[in-house]
């Protein structure tokens, strides 16, 4: 459902309710002219295309909410991990030590997450993510889970995973699938375990690879692929990657579907694959901005941000930005506020659903599984996958 959001999206009554917030509020927090967000995520690297494509959504945002003249102003700080786990590391704990940021949007890759947990655990600072979709990182069972302080505002993988297999079969009777990934945290597991029993119950899996991020010489894949008589390749993992891979498919006569998840689909991907992204079947736990705002809020958005077409993600980084909005709106300006306010808070999605978040960090509502398609070098949303 594509609500139209009203300017500013619930800001102008989280003002009034500011009012009445700052008079009750703690006096050191009453006290607060500014605080400060941090966004995490890729701005430089082979997988920059994903953190650009959701910085605007975050700026838009913030931008709404310091027009409206609140008591409290936001400044953002980004924090450039390159979808690295490894970078995560070396970048989280600076974030954490600075003491004017209170909430962390992002991350933007699921590594990054992991990487990220022991620094913002330890110093309590909350997480809303727009994108990081590993099912791990709000599993209670998991090690790896970022409980008390991660949320995520999409769909995790174990929802993709399943709506890929299909988006990518569509129209295809018993469907051949060959099946890779790149071995990461996000691709590996988006494939073993989110399109591998969709994809049985489909049709036929005829054959599986895996190769490491940074691969450029891809011809024993080409090889596989074509032996195995597939219909159908999903690939797990990024855009960067991916690109040099669907161009030596479709280079080696490869002729079917070419299929892959979120990390594949951002605004730098049909010029990184040139004519090989024709066609592509792509998914993300996302729908497109500009379906979302008005003419004037559109407008606007390309007036605040410089963007003229919102990229991938910009709708989730939109409503995790609006989380941390709201609550500073309520008089949360500190880390332990906002902790309690995002974890016992109802918020909106950018098409203006309502959610909570649940124990572990997952929205109650989340956007849905978008299928798009690559046509005449633009990604172009097509249906719910």
């Given at each position: 459902m594509n609500k139209k959001i009203v300017s500013g999206f619930a800001i102008a009554a989280a003002a009034t309710l500011a009012l009445g917030a700052v008079v009750t509020?703690?006096?050191?927090?009453?006290?607060?002219?500014?605080?400060?967000?941090?966004?995490?995520?890729?701005?430089?690297?082979?997988?920059?295309?994903?953190?650009?494509?959701?910085?605007?959504?975050?700026?838009?945002?913030?931008?709404?909410?310091?027009?409206?003249?609140?008591?409290?102003?936001?400044?953002?700080?980004?924090?450039?991990?390159?979808?690295?786990?490894?970078?995560?590391?070396?970048?989280?704990?600076?974030?954490a030590a600075n003491k004017a940021v209170i909430g962390v949007i992002g991350t933007s890759c699921s590594g990054e997450a992991r990487n990220s947990f022991p620094s913002y655990k330890s110093a309590g600072l909350t997480m809303v993510a727009p994108s990081a979709s590993a099912v791990d990182l709000t599993n209670p069972k998991a090690a790896s889970n970022g409980f008390p302080i991660f949320h995520r505002v999409l769909v995790n993988d174990a929802i993709q995973g399943p709506a890929l297999a299909r988006w990518a079969a569509k129209g295809i009777t018993a469907p051949k699938y060959f099946l890779i990934d790149d071995m990461s945290t996000y691709g590996e597991p988006l494939i073993k375990t989110g399109v591998t029993p969709t994809a049985k119950k489909l049709g036929t899996i005829v054959g599986t690879d895996s190769v490491a991020q940074g691969t450029t010489d891809f011809s024993s894949v080409v090889s596989k692929v074509k032996s195995s008589g597939a219909t159908v390749v999903i690939y797990g993992g990024y855009d960067s990657d991916a690109a040099p891979l669907f161009k030596q498919l479709r280079t080696g006569g490869y002729t079917g579907v070419l299929a892959g998840g979120d990390g594949v689909l951002t605004s730098e991907f049909p010029g990184l694959a040139g004519t090989a992204s024709e066609g592509s079947r792509l998914t993300a736990g996302s729908t497109p901005f500009e379906t979302i705002l008005s003419k004037d809020e559109m407008a606007n958005f390309t007036k605040i941000t410089g963007a003229k077409v919102p990229g991938l993600y910009?709708?989730?980084?939109?409503?995790?930005?609006?989380?941390?909005?709201?609550?500073?709106?309520?008089?949360?300006?500190?880390?332990?506020a906002i902790q309690k306010c995002v974890n016992n808070g109802t918020f909106m999605q950018a098409n203006g659903d309502k959610f909570k978040f649940d124990r572990y960090g997952d929205p109650t509502t989340a956007s849905s599984v978008g299928g798009y398609i690559v046509k005449a070098g633009k990604t172009v949303f097509d249906a719910i996958a």
């Open positions: 509020a703690p006096a050191n927090a009453a006290a607060k002219k500014e605080v400060t967000l941090a966004f995490e995520g890729p701005l430089s690297g082979p997988y920059a295309g994903l953190g650009k494509d959701q910085h605007p959504g975050v700026e838009y945002a913030i931008a709404l909410y310091n027009a409206k003249n609140p008591a409290v102003k936001v400044k953002l700080i980004d924090a450039d991990t390159e979808c690295s786990g490894s970078k995560a590391a070396t970048v989280a704990p600076g974030v910009a709708d989730t980084a939109y409503a995790a930005a609006n989380v941390f909005l709201q609550c500073i709106t309520e008089g949360a300006t500190t880390r332990p």
